[in-house]
């Protein structure tokens, strides 16, 4: 199952996600939220996170059961309960791509399978893994601002402004040391690790699509 393309399951999920987005059938969102399960399961997900993601989607799935069950019109009490199986079909659903597919796997997927340009992906890339640092450099910043009486506050402009400027340096350094070690985007390149889309993973994402479809027009509640 971890063999499934990246670029698949992002499109299939997308796909899904604004599907039901459409629809009022408790019997669909319970499927995807069982399928999500199950694969979150094969691909050894942590139970913490598990557990995680059985709890944090509660509160919002709850308030919108709420909001239709005391002020809906018509068949509310089946709308409630669209919406908060909806709320965990999106998680669920959701985290079988984002807890099993990390970003670099998902950028070298979309520049092999869709062609995404290859300075786009890089550039990406590259301000994930700058990320840590700009996290150390504020903190330095503000010990920095500690020392001289200042206390800066998440809101302050002057961190913001100086990570800026920060993030200006190294992006420039970045990019010398990619030209420096022969990266060009008019060349064409070779890949280490390839991520080719496998006729099971267009049949997988096949059967598991005419199941969702044969919930939706089949009339199931």
Do not use: C
């Not at 069982?34 to 993601?53: A, D, E, F, T």
């Not at 509160?59 to 019109?73: H, R």
């Amino acid at each position: 199952m971890k063999a499934i393309n990246p670029s698949l399951k992002f499109v299939f999920v997308m796909l899904i996600s604004l599907e039901i987005s459409f629809t009022n059938i408790i019997t669909v969102n319970i499927y995807l939220i069982i399928l999500g399960g199950i694969y979150l399961l094969m691909n050894r997900v942590s139970y913490k996170k598990l557990l995680w993601l059985l709890l944090m989607p509660l509160i919002p799935a709850f308030g919108s059961w709420m909001s239709f069950y005391f002020n809906g019109t018509g068949n509310y009490i089946h709308t409630a309960w669209v919406l908060f199986t909806r709320v965990y079909a999106y998680v669920w659903f959701g985290a079988a791509l984002t807890l099993t597919t990390d970003a670099s796997q998902l950028l070298a997927s979309f520049e092999q399978n869709f062609h995404m340009p290859t300075k786009f992906v890089y550039g990406i890339l590259g301000a994930f893994n700058f990320v840590p640092r700009i996290l150390e450099t504020i903190k330095q910043v503000k010990i920095a601002a500690l020392m001289r009486g200042e206390t800066l506050h998440a809101w302050s402009p002057q961190i913001f402004f100086k990570a800026v400027l920060i993030s200006l340096r190294w992006s420039d350094n970045l990019a010398q040391a990619m030209e420096s070690h022969g990266f060009s985007e008019k060349t064409v390149r070779t890949h280490y690790k390839k991520y080719p889309v496998s006729l099971t993973s267009i049949l997988l994402a096949l059967f598991i699509f005419a199941t969702i479809q044969f919930f939706i027009f089949g009339r199931f509640a």
